[in-house]
C-alpha cells in the first residue's frame, strides 16, 4: 500500500523543497531599495481613487453570482461532453463504438434538462433587470 502513495509523497516533496528553494534565493540574492513610490499600491497600473473600503453597489454581487453561475456550466459542459458517447449506451462501449440498437436518450436528455432549467434561471434574470448596470 505504501508503493502507491510513493510517486504523490515525492511530488509533494519535491514541490515544497522547490517552493522554498525558490523564495529562500529570491530573498538572499535581490537587494531590498523602498522608496515611497514602490510602495504604494498598484491596481492594474491605475492610480488608486478614493477609499478602498466603500460601498459597491449590489448590482456588482448580481452580475458577480451570474458570472459564477455560467462558468460552473462550463465547467460541467466539459466532462458532459467527454462522456456523452458512454452516457448514451446501454451497454459498455466496444472500441469507443455504440451498438445502433443500444443507443438511449440519457445522455442528451441529461444536458438538456440542465440547459433548460440555466436558461429559465438566464430568462429570469434578464427579466428582473438584474444585467443592467444603470
Known amino acids: 500500500m505504501e508503493r502507491t502513495y510513493l510517486p504523490v509523497l515525492l511530488l509533494l516533496g519535491f514541490v515544497a523543497v522547490n517552493a522554498v528553494l525558490i523564495l529562500g534565493l529570491s530573498h538572499y540574492l535581490t537587494r531590498h531599495r523602498p522608496t515611497p513610490v514602490k510602495q504604494e ?21 448580481m452580475v458577480a453570482m451570474l458570472f459564477i453561475v455560467f462558468d460552473v456550466e462550463t465547467v460541467l459542459l466539459v466532462p458532459w461532453a467527454a462522456y456523452f458517447q458512454q452516457l448514451s449506451c ?17 445522455g442528451f436528455g441529461t444536458m438538456l434538462v440542465f440547459m433548460t432549467v440555466l436558461v429559465a434561471g438566464f430568462i429570469y434574470e434578464w427579466k428582473k433587470g438584474a444585467m443592467q448596470w444603470d
Open 41 to 61: 499600491p498598484y491596481e492594474s497600473g491605475m492610480p488608486v481613487l478614493g477609499d478602498a473600503r466603500e460601498r459597491f453597489s449590489v448590482k456588482f454581487y
Open 90 to 106: 446501454k451497454v459498455p462501449l466496444v472500441n469507443g463504438v455504440c451498438a445502433p440498437d443500444q443507443v438511449t436518450f440519457y
